[in-house]
C-alpha cells in the first residue's frame, strides 16, 4: 500500500463515493428537473475503469467505499462491479462496501449485494404516503420499494432509510416515519435538502425544514440523548429513549459538518470533487486513459487531495440561497 491521503487539513481521506451513473428512474422533485438532460453514455467510464480507479482509492488508504448515482442499480452489469469490488473486502484492503438507493431495483439484486460482501444498505424514502411518494418522485411507486426494503432485510441486509425533511411534504409523518423505522428494524437518518441543480430559489426555500425544528418536534414526544457515535458520515446522533432507535441527523445547513470530513466524490466520468458543496474538481479521465500504469493515475489524486476546501458555504439564512452549486447531486453522487 501506499501513503495514506491527507488533506491540508490534517483530515485522512478514507472514504470515496462514487456516482457510477447520473440517470435515475425516479425524478424527485428535489434532486431533478422532470426533463432531466443525462450525459452520452459515451461520456461514462466503462466498468472497468471505475474498477481501476476504485482500487487505486482503496490502494491509497480508502477502506470505505459507497457507490451512489443517479440511481446505481440501474447501471447496466453494475452487479459485476460489486463483484469485483469485492475481491478488496477479502483482501482486507477494504472495510465497507456499500450503497445508496433509491429501492426500486432492490428486490431483483438484494441477494446479490449481500453475497458481495454488502451489510448495509441506504434507501431514500420520505414518505409512507403511496400519494405522496408519487408526487415527490414522480416517476416512483411505493411498493415497489417496500418490496425492495423487504428484499434487502431477507438477504441479511441492514436497511437505512434517508428522509429528506421537506416543509409542508413529511413534517405530518415525522412520528409514523420514526414509528415504522422502529418497529421495522430500521437506522433512520434525517437529511436537510441542499441548494443542488438549479431548480430555482424559491422551490429550495419553500422545501427546507430545518433539522432543528424536526428534533425539537421529536423532543416533545420522545427523550433525546445525544450520542458520540461516528460512522465514518456526516451525520450526528440521538438516542430515542422510549424506542431505543438511533436517529442521525445530516444537517449542512444549521451545523457544518466539515471539520471531520474524510470523503471525495468521483463522478461516473472520472471527476473528483473534493467537497460536494464547492466547484472545484479535478479530471482523473485523462491519467487513468492516458497510461495503464497507475503512477500519473496516483500522482493526480494526490494532486487533488491537496485542493481539499476547508467547508462547503451553504446557507440559507435572510431568505436567500447561498453556495448554491449548479450541478445536480445525482451528478456529484448523494
Ligand atoms: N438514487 C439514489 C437515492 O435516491 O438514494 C442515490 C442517489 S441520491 C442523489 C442520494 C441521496 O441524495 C438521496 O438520499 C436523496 O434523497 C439525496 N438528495 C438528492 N437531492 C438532494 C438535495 N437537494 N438535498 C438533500 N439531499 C438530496
Ligand atoms: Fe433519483 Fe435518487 Fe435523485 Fe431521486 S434522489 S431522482 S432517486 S438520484
Known amino acids: ?17 462514487v456516482s457510477v451513473t447520473d440517470r435515475c428512474d425516479f425524478r424527485c422533485v428535489y434532486c431533478m428537473s422532470e426533463h432531466m438532460q443525462f450525459l452520452p453514455k459515451a461520456d461514462l467510464l466503462t466498468l472497468e475503469e471505475l474498477d481501476r480507479l476504485c482500487s487505486a482509492f482503496v ?13 446505481p442499480l440501474v447501471r447496466r452489469g453494475i452487479m459485476t462491479f460489486f463483484r469485483a469490488m469485492s475481491r478488496h473486502l477479502a483482501s482486507g484492503a477494504l472495510k465497507e462496501l ?26 431514500s424514502l420520505d414518505t409512507l404516503d403511496a ?16 418490496d425492495g426494503i423487504a428484499a434487502a432485510r431477507a438477504a441479511g ?22 414509528r415504522w423505522c422502529a418497529d421495522e428494524g430500521h437506522d433512520l437518518t434525517f437529511i436537510e435538502v441542499m441548494p443542488m441543480g438549479d431548480l430555482g430559489e424559491e422551490d429550495r426555500l419553500d422545501q427546507y425544514w430545518p433539522l432543528s425544528d424536526l428534533r425539537a418536534r421529536l423532543a416533545e414526544r420522545y427523550t433525546l440523548t445525544d450520542l458520540t457515535d461516528r460512522t465514518g458520515g456526516p451525520a450526528r446522533y440521538v438516542r430515542l429513549a422510549e424506542t431505543g432507535q438511533r436517529i442521525g441527523f445530516i444537517t449542512p445547513l444549521t451545523h457544518n459538518f466539515c471539520e471531520s470530513c474524510n470523503r471525495v466524490r468521483l463522478t461516473c466520468t472520472g471527476e473528483l470533487y473534493m467537497c460536494l458543496g464547492q466547484e472545484d474538481r479535478a479530471d482523473l479521465r485523462a491519467p487513468l486513459r492516458a497510461s495503464p500504469d497507475d503512477a500519473p493515475l ?9 485542493r481539499k476546501p ?25
Not at 298 to 306: G, L, N, V
Request: aromatic residues 6%; charged residues 25%; glycine residues 8%.
Open 1 to 17: 500500500m501506499t501513503a495514506p491521503l491527507i488533506d491540508p487539513f490534517a483530515r485522512a481521506i478514507t472514504y470515496l463515493r
Open 157 to 178: 441486509l441492514k436497511v437505512k432509510i434517508n428522509v429528506v425533511a421537506l416543509k409542508g411534504v413529511n413534517e405530518d409523518e415525522l412520528f409514523s416515519l420514526t
Open 298 to 306: 496516483r500522482s493526480a489524486i494526490r494532486a487533488a487531495i491537496t
Open 310 to 334: 476547508k467547508g462547503h458555504d451553504f446557507d440559507y439564512s435572510r431568505q436567500t440561497v447561498r453556495g448554491q452549486m449548479s450541478r445536480h447531486m445525482s451528478h456529484t453522487g448523494g
Open 131 to 146: 400519494a405522496k411518494f408519487a408526487e415527490i418522485t414522480r416517476w416512483g411507486r411505493l411498493p415497489q420499494v417496500l
Open 59 to 71: 490502494e491509497m488508504g480508502v477502506e470505505k467505499l459507497r457507490i451512489t448515482g443517479g440511481e
Open 98 to 123: 456499500t450503497l445508496t438507493t433509491n429501492g426500486s431495483q432492490l428486490a431483483k439484486h438484494a441477494a446479490e449485494l449481500a453475497d458481495c460482501g454488502v451489510r448495509r444498505v441506504n434507501v
